[in-house]
């Protein structure tokens, strides 16, 4: 409770115009703003027409067109939105609004620079608004503060942002370093892939060359007993056809001497001699046959479907 008593006593002791403690407060009556003297010399400029006759009286709260004294006696000068007021502010010389291009000018009282900030609203405004107008029952802060505060905030923010647009990009170049790695290690093991295959088959390319070669020798072996028995009965064919051209001629002969003188040269021995040649000399059955170098590959088959990484290498 005391806490909260010295704050609305530190409050009470602000002026609305500076935001600083008082000096040399002002009392404006009936409403009893208080102001600094200098901040109400400030806001409001003296009037000769209103300067009071003998005591300073105090004027109420300033209204358009009218002046508001001081506890000395002097009488202060018309409200700020009065055409009079606006004359005495700027005196001779070029407009006021001719510095609206280094000052903020505030919409509802044009002659003010906008020299606080309203907490409540979130709005920069003048003193006057807060004095007077929309901001009266706000709280306020000096516009340098508020800036410096939320330009720092800004600032801050800002490092934040940047520091994590660093830590983006830098896992975004960590994560394209991995997309590289992953590929060169995907090259790397897909040579690896292939050698590995090519090992197999350059052994099944041995294997099958040397089953080749057995097939052809066996080939050749058996066509090589088979043309000679070719032969050897191709002789025997030969001898018996001219044995048979020399019988028939024999027969054919019409002199008997001649045919006994041909008879005598043993043709009927030759002739009995060559019909007792054998003819067993015969391949036996299935020598043909080549069905033996058959292989079985489907267990071979299955084996290589079955090839699969290596999960725990």
Do not use: W
Not at 38 to 50: H, I, L, M, S, Y
Not at 126 to 142: I, N, T
Not at 237 to 262: D, F, G, N, R, T
């Amino acid at each position: 409770a005391e806490a909260r008593s010295m704050e609305s006593l530190e409050k009470q002791l602000i002026c609305p115009i500076c935001l600083e403690m008082f000096t040399k407060p002002v009392v404006i009556l009936p409403c009893q703003h208080n102001l600094c003297r200098k901040c109400a010399n400030d806001v409001f400029q003296v009037r000769p027409d209103r300067a009071p006759n003998g005591g300073g009286g105090l004027d109420p709260a300033p209204a358009p067109g009218r002046a508001v004294g001081t506890p000395g006696g002097a009488a202060l000068g018309a409200a700020p939105g009065s055409a009079g007021a606006a004359r005495s502010r700027r005196g001779p010389g070029p407009p006021l609004h001719a510095k609206a291009e280094q000052h903020l000018m505030c919409e509802e009282h044009e002659d003010e620079r906008i020299n606080i900030y309203c907490l409540r609203c979130e709005a920069p405004t003048c003193s006057l608004c807060k004095v007077f107008g929309a901001h009266k029952d706000c709280e306020v802060a000096p516009l340098p503060a508020v800036y410096q505060r939320q330009k720092s905030e800004l600032s801050d923010g800002i490092a934040m942002l940047v520091a994590g647009n660093d830590r983006i990009q830098a896992i975004i170049t960590q994560m394209e370093e991995i997309c590289h790695t992953i590929e060169e290690n995907g090259r790397r093991q897909k040579q690896h892939l292939g050698l590995r295959f090519d090992s197999l088959y350059g052994i099944l390319e041995e294997r099958k060359k040397e089953l080749l070669q057995s097939i052809a020798r066996e080939q050749e072996e058996k066509v090589q007993r088979v043309r000679g028995l070719i032969r050897q009965y191709g002789d025997h064919l030969e001898a018996s056809s001219k044995l048979v051209e020399s019988a028939i001629q024999a027969m054919e002969e019409p002199q008997m001497a001649v045919y006994l003188q041909l008879l005598g040269l043993c043709l009927p021995c030759r002739i009995t001699d060559m019909s007792k040649v054998s003819m067993s000399s015969r391949p036996e059955p299935g020598y043909e046959n080549m069905d033996h170098f058959s292989i079985n590959v489907d267990y071979v088959a299955e084996m290589l479907r079955t090839i699969e990484f290596q999960t725990g290498a």
